[in-house]
C-alpha cells in the first residue's frame, strides 16, 4: 500500500494482504497499518488498484470499515480488478461502502489536485496497470506487479509506448517492483507454460488435476483452451476459485464454448480420462483444495494411481516444507506428479527480471528510482542496477514500511516515518460468523493472546506433550476456570484423533477452533489464538 | 546410516547426522537410533563411509560409545574421510575407541563372510566411494552420494569401469541416493563453479568472503587456485573449516604454494584487497562465521562496501529465511553479495541429476533396486525411472527408515521393520565442558523436558511475551523452586537486551544455555529445553 499526497488530496495505491508466515499460524491475514490516513481522512480521494491479486486488494475488506466518515469510497481498477474486489466486499457486506470505478487502459481520472492514469502492463493476471500520478509537482508512477511480456496469452502487452511518452514528458519518479532483480535477462512469456498444460492434459489417462492460484485467471484460460482441443471437460474446486472464474465469466475475460467448463458435481459424473480440475491450493495451505485431496479429505474429489497433479505454481519462499508435503501425500497415493522441480515450465513469473526492470527504468527515465516491493536485498540490488545506468546514488531513494518520501522544488527526500506496521486479522469462525477483529501488537497483550503448544509424533502423530496454554491479558474470569476448560477439551480431542502422520497445518486450525470456541461459549471473549505444533 | 547383515556378521555404512528443523532448534543434532546393531554387538565388524560429509560421519562421535564392549571399532573410508572422522573422534576423546583404515578406490577387506569394496565416485568433496558388499548371497552397492563429473576438480572420475565390471558378474541389488531424480538431465561439473570463483576473486576491490560447507574441500581448492592467480592471500574462519583444511593439507588433497594459505590474524594485516577468506555458514547457521559477520558480531572480521560475499552454497530447503537473513545483513552493511539467485553458477549439485541415475542403473544392471537417501517423492520418481528401463515393478523395493530389506534365493522383499528412529543430541555447553546427552523421544519424556514460549517484536526485538515455560516429566525439587528462578532469569535478559532487530538463533542459543545454566546449577539437571522464539 501506498498514499500519494498533495496538499489537501491523497489517495491510496492498492491495499493487500500478506498470508501469516509458519510461526503465526493463528493469525488469518496481515494488512497494513492505516493510522497515517485515518489521521487525514477528510483529504482521502479514492483507491487506485493496479491488480486483482491478494497481495493488492486482500486488505480491502478491513480497510475499508476503517475509512467510515466520508461516504462511499471510489475506487478505481480495471474491470477484472473491479469484479474480484466486488466480490470480496459482497461477501464481506461491504459492497455499499464503496464506488467501483472500472477503468480502462490509458484512462485517467481526476482526484483534486491529483490525476490517476492506468497503464496497462503485462502480469500473470489479465487487466494490470501501472498507474501514473500526475500531480503539480510532478508525475510519479508505480508500476504495480509487472513484467515485459510479448505474448500475453491474455490482453495487450505492457504499453511500452505510453510509458516513454511519460518519460519523455519527464516523470518524478519511478516507484518499481524489485522482486525478481536476482535474476538476470527477461522472465518468459506466460505463453511457455501452455505447452506444458496442453501435453499434460493430452497425456492423461487418468485424472488431470491441475493446482494453481485462485486469480490465475490466465492458467484457467490456458487449460480450457486444452481441454477443448482433447475433448475432455473442465470444473474448478475450491470456493475462491469459483468465484474468480465467475467473474471473468461475467466480464468476458473467459469465453469457453458451451458445454467445456462444467459444475463439479457434473464433471465428476464422467469418467475420469475426461475430467480436468482446477483447484486451489498450489502452496500446500491447508484448507485448500489440493491438501484436502492429498490427504483423501475432500468430500467430493478423490485421487490414485492413473491421475496426474499438475502444480502450476512455485512455492512461495517459506511455503516449500507444505508444498513438499502435499506432493508426497499426492505420491503416496498413487498419483504422478508434475511440479517445478520435475519441469521448468510448469509455471513462469509474473515479475519483471533484471533486464525488463532496466528497460523499465530506460522507458521511462524518471529523475528518482525508488524501489519498492522486495527484500531489503532486492532494493540494494535494484540500486546497483539504477546505478549502473546512470542514476546518481541520491536519487535512489531506499525506503522502508512506513517510510516517507517528500519532494520538494523537484528533489526527493526520505523524511520520516509514518505510523506504520502490520495489523492482523483475526477471523471469528463458525460462532460468530463474517466476523473479524483486527489487532495491532499492542491489541494482541491488551485484548489477550493464548500461545498453544502442542508436541507430536513426527511419524505416528500421537500426542508427546501438552497442549499447555500460555496467556497474556486475559481476563480474571476467563483465567478462573473457562481457560482450563478449553485446554482440557483440546487435549482430548488431540488423544482421540486416530494414528498417522501429523498434518500440521490441520491441527493448527482445529487447536485455534476448538480453544476459540469453548472460550467464548464461556466468556464471550476472543483473544488472538496462536497454536504451535511440533513434531519431534 | 544402513546394515548390512549375513549369518553372524554385521557392517555399517556412514553414520550420519541431520540438522534439526526450526522447530527443535533446542536440539543439537539427530542421529539414528542403533538399537538393532546394539542388540547383534557382537555380530558387528566394522563401519564403512562412503565420504566426509556431516551427513555421513557427523553421529561417529555419539554411536562409537553406544558400542563398548566388542574392543576397538574398525572404521574404513577414504584417507580423506578417515581424517575427518579422526578430527570428530578427537575432540570427543574417541580416537582410542576405533581403529581408522584409509581405503583405497578398488581396495577391498574382507570381515568374516561379507567383503567391502570401495569404488570411486565423484561428488562436492575428493575421495568419495561408492560402496559394494559381497555377500555369499550375492553383491549388493550403496552408491553413497554420487555423481558422474567427468572433470573433477580434484581425483579421479565415478569409476565407471569398475561398476560395469560388476554389472557383468551380477548385482543383487543397488541402493541408490535418489536426492536429484527430479532434475532432468545431468549435473553441471564441479569445474563450472572455478570460472565464478575466478571473476569474483579477480574483480573484488575490498576483501572477498566465499562461504561454502566446512567440508567442501574442493572449493577451498579452487579459492587457492585462484587468489593464487591474482596475487592474493587466503585465510579460512571457522573452527570446524580450519580443522577441515589442516587434514586436508596433512593427506596431500591441498598442496597450495608457500605463503597463500596465511593464518586468519596474519591475513588480516594485509590491505583488504588481498584478503580471501573462506568462511562457514553458507546456510545463514546462527554460530557460524558468516552470519556473526553479517551482524558484525565476528571477533575478527569486519564487512563493509567495497567489500564482496560470494555465497558457494545453496539453501537447503528449511533454510531459505535464515539465509535470506544473513544475505539482507550483509547488504545493510553496504557488502555486494553474490548468491544462488544472482548468478547460477556459484554452487553445484553433487548428486546424479535424473540421466545420472538412469546411467547408475545401466551400468550396474541390478536384479532390485532400493531408493534410498530422499523424500518419498523422490523415492516415487526413482520408482518411476527404474520401471521406464524394464526393471520389473516388484524388484523395485520401497523402503522406510527401519525397514528390513530380506534376500531369500535371489529374491527381496521389505519384511518387517527394525527399532529405529531419531535420537536428540543434547551438547551441555559451558558448564559441563564435552559431554553430550542422547535422548530418543520417550526420554524427553521421562528425563524431563522445557518449551519456552518467548514473543518478540520483529522489527525493534522488545519482549512482547514470555517467556513462559512449559515443562513435561520435571523433578518436584526442580518444580517446587528451580524452574520458576530460571524463568526470572532469563526474563530480565531478555529484557535488558539492546533494541534491534531479533536474530531467532541467536535469542534461542541464549535461552537454551542460561536456562540450562540456572537449573543445573541448583538441581544438577539437565532436561532437554526448546525454545521457541517468535516474532510479531
Same mark, same amino acid.
Given at each position: 500500500m501506498m498514499a500519494v499526497e498533495y496538499g489537501d488530496d491523497l489517495v491510496l495505491i492498492d491495499a493487500g494482504g500478506k498470508f501469516p508466515e509458519e510461526w503465526e499460524r493463528g493469525i488469518d491475514l496481515i494488512i497494513p497499518d492505516i493510522r497515517y490516513v485515518k489521521n487525514r481522512l477528510s483529504k482521502l480521494r479514492g483507491i487506485a488498484i493496479t491488480h486483482g491479486h491478494e497481495d493488492h486488494i486482500g486488505a480491502l475488506p478491513y480497510v475499508i470499515p476503517q475509512l467510515e466518515g466520508i461516504g462511499k469510497i471510489p475506487v478505481y481498477g480495471s474491470p477484472l480488478a473491479m469484479g474480484f474486489a466486488e466480490n470480496k466486499l459482497r461477501e464481506a457486506r461491504l459492497d455499499e461502502k464503496v464506488e467501483l470505478h472500472p477503468m480502462e487502459s490509458r484512462e485517467r481520472v481526476r482526484l483534486g489536485d491529483l490525476e490517476l492514469e492506468f497503464i496497462n502492463v503485462t502480469h500473470t493476471i489479465p487487466a494490470s496497470f501501472a498507474i501514473a500520478v500526475h500531480t503539480p509537482a510532478g508525475t510519479i508512477i508505480n508500476t504495480g506487479d509487472f513484467k515485459f511480456d510479448p505474448t500475453p496469452v491474455m490482453g495487450e502487452p505492457t504499453d511500452e509506448a505510453r510509458l516513454r511518452e511519460l518519460g519523455d514528458r519527464g516523470v518524478l519518479a519511478l516507484f518499481s517492483? $524489485?522482486?525478481?532483480? =536476482? $535474476?538476470?535477462g527477461h522472465t518468459p512469456s506466460e505463453r511457455v507454460v501452455m505447452e506444458t498444460l496442453d501435453r499434460v492434459i493430452r497425456d492423461a489417462t487418468g485424472q488431470t488435476l491441475i493446482a494453481t492460484f485462485a486469480s490465475n485467471i490466465s492458467r484457467v484460460f490456458m487449460v480450457l483452451k486444452a481441454a477443448e482441443k482433447y475433448g475432455k471437460k473442465v470444473a474448478v474446486a475450491g470456493r475462491s476459485m469459483e468465484q474468480n472464474v465467475r467473474t471473468a465469466l461475467q466480464l468476458g475475460y473467459l469465453d469457453p464454448p458451451e458445454g467445456v467448463l462444467l459444475p463439479l458435481n457434473d464433471l465428476l459424473q464422467l469418467p475420469p480420462q475426461q475430467r480436468v480440475l482446477v483447484v486451489t491450493g498450489s502452496q500446500g495451505e491447508a484448507a485448500a483444495a489440493l491438501a484436502r485431496i492429498a490427504a483423501d479429505e475432500h468430500q467430493k474429489i478423490q485421487i490414485g494411481a492413473g491421475d496426474v497433479v499438475l502444480i502450476s505454481a512455485t512455492p512461495v519462499p517459506g511455503n516449500e516444507e507444505t508444498v513438499s508435503e502435499t506432493i508426497d501425500n499426492l505420491f503416496r497415493r498413487g498419483a504422478n506428479v508434475v511440479f517445478s522441480s520435475t519441469e521448468g515450465r510448469v509455471h513462469v513469473s509474473g515479475h519483471a527480471a533484471r533486464d525488463e526492470l532496466q528497460k523499465m527504468l530506460e522507458l521511462v527515465r524518471p529523475v528518482h528510482a525508488v524501489p519498492i516491493h522486495g527484500e531489503y536485498r532486492h532494493m540494494a540490488l535494484y540500486r546497483n542496477l539504477a546505478r549502473s545506468i546512470g542514476i546518481p546514488e541520491d536519487r535512489i531513494l531506499m525506503t522502508e514500511i512506513g517510510s516517507i518520501v517528500d519532494f520538494e522544488d523537484g528533489r526527493g527526500a526520505v523524511r520520516g516515518r509514518a505510523p506504520s506496521g502490520s495489523v492482523f486479522v483475526d477471523r471469528l469462525g463458525d460462532? =460468530?460468523?463474517?466476523k473479524v477483529r483486527l489487532r495491532t501488537r499492542d491489541d494482541l497483550i491488551s485484548e489477550g493472546l493464548v500461545t498453544i503448544t502442542i508436541i507430536v509424533d513426527a511419524e505416528d502423530g500421537k500426542l508427546i506433550a501438552g497442549p499447555e496454554f500460555v496467556t497474556k491479558g486475559l481476563s480474571m474470569e476467563a483465567l478462573a476456570g473457562p481457560i482450563r476448560q478449553a485446554e482440557q477439551e483440546l487435549k482430548r480431542w488431540l488423544e482421540r484423533r486416530p494414528e498417522g502422520e501429523p498434518e500440521v497445518g490441520y491441527l493448527v486450525s482445529q487447536a485455534k477452533g476448538i480453544t476459540a470456541r469453548s472460550l467464548f461459549r464461556k466468556t464471550k471473549q476472543r483473544p488472538m489464538i496462536l497454536p504451535m505444533v511440533m513434531e519431534l
Open positions: 517492483d $524489485t522482486t525478481r532483480v =536476482e $535474476t538476470p460462532f =460468530e460468523p463474517g
